[in-house]
């Protein structure tokens, strides 16, 4: 039976990324991370993260960091689960959510929004331009050319016939990470291997932020939104206590409010960073039978990834571009061995 190491070491690209340098701080298995630092979830996260870094790198604010870096995947044209590119629900209409939230607990969101190739940008406009948290539909597309975005048909003629290909079945049956059942190789955002983008980042004065932006689950249910767009639910951050972003099904972190739950565990109940997600991840969404997982970051910007399934690998990248694979014992603190 192939055990965990054999699968990493298989695969040459181990998702959620961190990339580090500057003041330290003590991650897993007593790694020594540094600050400024982001993280981000599955194989997309690498060109993500380099963005990111490129603003945490110059001294700027996280939340810049994590809207920089979440745009590349949604630009990506081979990425059928972010942005332009992704597949759409069953009745053909590509929908796209995402949301972002600063250091100081402002936060914006859009979900089901069509027409806008990068919704992160437009949720961070809600954030900073209107009263609201959330625009949702025909009226955060509105609300997205109002702000200068371009209205465009996010229907590509791959995802178009990928979509055709599916109505000859029409077997609506959502499997979220599937890619748990090839071990995680194949096109990162591909037919096999689906899911959102969540980062997550520390800049250097030690302020969190984080963000997320998806297509959603293909051939969904028309108006479908799962926990992207959903402050709390999938994403989550709090100055001083953690920053957290979920991965798997998006129904069931909507139901356990869980990126907020981690936060709540560790400022209310004082619980560690690694205790509160290994407690939401091996037990309280574990027992819903749903494969899922997290990454997040602590107040010093020590990272944990825990997960309850077999391809959510985790592993980082340094600064001069580095990647490193994790090993058993690395794995062990931060998911199961």
Known sequence: MTDRRTILKASLLAPALFARPASAATGPAGIQMKLPCVVSTWPFGVAANKAAWTVLSKGGRAVDAVETGVKIPEADLRNHTVGRAGYPDRDGHVTLDACIMDEKGNAGSVAGMEYIAHPISVARAVMDKTPHVMLVGEGATQFAVSQGFKREELLTPESKK???????????????????????????????????????????????????TTSGMAWKLRGRVGDSPIIGAGTYARDGVCAVSCTG?????????????????????????????????????????????????????????PYNTLGMYRGWVTTDGALTVATHRELHAMGPA
């Not at 990162?188 to 004065?205: R, Y």
């Not at 560790?266 to 494969?291: C, K, M, N, R, W």
């Not at 899922?292 to 990834?305: E, I, K, Q, R, Y």
Request: hydrophobic share 40%.
């Open 162 to 212: 990928a979509w055709q290909e599916w109505l000859k079945t029409a077997k609506y049956k959502p499997e979220s990470n599937i890619e748990t059942k090839s071990y995680g190789m194949g096109v990162p955002g591909g037919a096999k291997n689906h899911d959102t983008i969540g980062m997550l980042a520390i800049d250097a004065k030690g302020n969190l932020s984080g963000a997320c």
């Open 249 to 305: 099904q998006g129904e069931i972190f909507i139901r356990r409010v869980a990126a907020y739950d981690v936060a709540a565990r560790i400022h209310y109940a004082g619980q560690t960073l690694e205790s509160a997600t290994h407690t939401l991840v091996f037990e309280t969404l574990a027992s819903h039978h749903i494969g899922a997982g997290m990454v997040a970051l602590g107040a010093t910007g020590n990272p944990v990834a």
